[in-house]
């Protein structure tokens, strides 16, 4: 395990690119969005919790720190009551990136934590409205992007993508591809922050998007043989597997999308 910024990593073999948390309070709070005896009352309760915890550690790892001098309110009686240190750059912007429908609560939720550390002029909330394309079996062969509503470009901002289920990885790289094509220069960071990822989206994203930093509170390979489980994640590629046969993850927590909405289609 690596501790870095008040947080634990999981060690794995999927490149620098990818953070996998190893922190036993998200963990258990994973464990109750994906049991079958949570309901839709609580889901987006405990999917909101876990986003709190998750932003704040993502953005002390991957935001620019700034190091100042900051007045406290006894600065006025005594001239030597500051606070010294390195905080998050308050003059970088953050855009955050809602995909509807998933993400459309954990990037609400990312949006009101940023804006109480950051100036909220400098925080945007963006939406890309993107769904599965599938074949006749049900399998995921693409993602279409149906409508967007993007606040303008990204030059030099963070961006940041809180996809709950990163299951293919496609939804990440389509909406990296929309926010490269708006700008004359590239974003200062792409970030995309999941619940829950498989081998299969962090294999890919490595490889498609190995400038993009992916964070993912677990990582769910539950299809793999037993040789795969035993050892550190991405040493057994070949044997690893977390998507079942409609692209769905396994353990996951089932359609995150329809349980946050309790809109079953």
Request: charged share 20%; with cysteine; glycine share 8%.
């Amino acid at each position: 395990m690596v501790r870095d910024a008040m947080t634990e990593l999981l060690a794995h073999r999927y490149g620098p690119s990818i953070h996998v948390f190893d922190d036993a309070f998200l963990s258990t709070l994973l464990c109750r969005i994906s049991s079958p005896d949570t309901g839709t009352a609580e889901v987006p309760y405990l999917v909101g919790a876990a986003y709190q915890q998750m932003v704040r550690a993502v953005l002390a790892r991957e935001f620019p720190r700034q190091h100042r001098r900051a007045p406290t309110r006894m600065t006025a009686q005594e001239p030597q009551a500051a606070v010294v240190g390195d905080f998050l750059c308050r003059e970088t912007k953050l855009v955050i990136c809602a995909v509807i429908r998933a993400g459309i609560l954990p990037a609400q939720t990312c949006y009101e934590a940023a804006i109480q550390v950051l100036p909220p002029e400098n925080v945007r909330l963006d939406f890309l409205n993107m769904s599965r394309i599938t074949d006749g079996q049900h399998h995921v062969i693409g993602v279409r992007l149906d409508g967007s509503k993007i606040g303008g470009p990204v030059d030099d901002a963070v961006v940041l993508i809180p996809d709950p289920m990163g299951a293919t990885g496609g939804t990440v790289c389509r909406a990296v591809e929309v926010y490269r094509s708006l700008g004359r220069s590239a974003p200062r960071r792409v970030v995309a922050a999941h619940l829950m990822a498989t081998p299969e989206a962090c294999r890919r994203l490595a490889s498609q998007m190995p400038d993009v930093q992916v964070y993912t509170g677990r990582l769910d390979r539950g299809l793999s043989t037993p040789r795969a489980l035993a050892a550190v994640p991405g040493e057994f590629p070949d044997e690893e597997r977390g998507l079942n046969d409609v692209q769905y993850i396994v353990p996951g927590a089932g359609g995150m999308g329809e349980l946050l909405t309790n809109s079953w289609v």
